[in-house]
């Protein structure tokens, strides 16, 4: 089945509720492949048996404290222009 949705002025879309029951879940990964976005229900006790990188812990990485959301942005920004791959 094919549906048109329209992104709202916030950029964000809404799956269709028959969609999200079907999925038993309300979680989503969101994949880019080429001019197409992949939606997948995501289900948490999946993840358990999957490995992921941390990319800040507050206890390691800043001594048990958090940082502001524009610090974050830029960490995430620096890693992104890096020449390492941190997408699946």
């Known amino acids: 089945m094919t549906t048109i949705v ?3 002025t916030k950029g964000q ?3 269709p509720a028959k969609w999200r029951r079907s ?3 309300n979680r989503f990964t969101v994949k880019e492949s080429g001019d197409s976005l992949i939606i997948t229900p ?3 006790d999946v993840l358990e048996d999957e490995k992921w990188d ?3 812990d507050a206890k390691r990485d800043n ?3 958090g940082i502001p959301i ?3 942005i830029g960490l995430l920004e620096k ?3 890096s020449d390492e791959v941190w997408t699946r």
């Open 70 to 72: 524009d610090e974050f």
């Open 63 to 65: 001594d048990g404290k």
């Open 54 to 56: 941390t990319v800040f």
């Open 23 to 25: 999925c038993e879940t």
């Open 42 to 44: 995501l289900h948490i």
């Open 13 to 15: 879309v809404t799956l």
């Open 79 to 81: 890693i992104a222009e």
């Open 6 to 8: 329209k992104a709202t």
